[in-house]
């Protein structure tokens, strides 16, 4: 059974300080990894797809990195606007079914 | 373009009834997905399907739950006999393609009192 481990739970950062989000799984034959912000009260937003263990990924202040076991959202100067809940999930290459596996969420408070 | 649609955004309903939830995909895209979010959770993958076939509804907790795409666009997710353990978050995603990026639209949140 795939499974997706994110840490932590919650994160609160000061405005500028860069910190790095979590995203442990096991999957049999991983298609894709993916993550996606969400605020509340919304649906999640795309951001990343990484296929392959050492493949990078950047957008604005974010940068996702890939391993065979895990996943890393590195977040550089962060700012008050990307305070939200931020999910990591894997789709797996075997079967027909092309449907994702969510980890809980990292939920990220940046104050001013 | 317009994004995945989902109607009604909040829906109140009474334990015992009937209720039907709609997806509308972004145009063109050939898979949808329904998953379900309860408070503190990630998504949880409920049925996918590819054109107007359901590839696969292993996640459907029970026969309570069904779904349907007759036209291979909207989609209409279906719950009988609404329970209070039913209450969460319902979010439609689709892909252009089996495989492809999954977008997800604003959810329906469902309330059965």
């Known amino acids: 059974e795939d499974q997706v481990t994110q840490s932590p739970e919650a994160l609160r950062l000061q405005e500028g300080e860069s910190s790095s989000l979590n995203c442990s799984y096991t999957v049999s034959g991983l298609r894709g990894l993916f993550w996606y912000r969400q605020d509340p009260g919304k649906g999640p937003e795309f951001l990343f797809t990484l296929y392959s263990a050492g493949e990078e990924k950047e957008k604005e202040r974010l940068k996702a990195t890939l391993t065979k076991k895990e996943s890393f959202l590195h977040i550089t100067a962060p700012k008050p606007e990307d305070s939200a809940t931020y999910l990591c999930?894997?789709?797996?290459?075997?079967?027909?079914?092309?449907?994702?596996?969510f980890g809980k969420g990292i939920t990220l408070s940046v104050r001013p | 373009g317009a994004g995945v649609s989902q109607t009604p955004s909040n829906k109140v309903t009474e334990k015992g009834k009937y209720v039907e939830l709609r997806c509308d995909p972004i145009?063109?895209?050939?898979?949808l997905y329904w998953y379900r979010q309860s408070l503190g959770q990630g998504p949880e993958f409920l049925i996918y399907f590819q054109g107007t076939g359901a590839a696969d509804d292993s996640g459907l907790p029970n026969d309570r739950f069904f779904a349907v795409r007759p036209e291979g666009s909207v989609s209409t997710l279906k719950i009988q006999r609404t329970e209070r353990g039913d209450s969460a978050v319902y979010l439609c995603?689709?892909?252009?393609?089996?495989?492809?990026?999954?977008?997800f639209g604003p959810g329906t949140r469902l309330t059965v009192l």
């Open positions: 999930a894997v789709q797996a290459e075997t079967g027909a079914n092309s449907k994702l596996t």
């Open positions: 995603a689709s892909s252009r393609l089996d495989g492809d990026t999954q977008y």
């Open positions: 145009s063109g895209h050939t898979a």
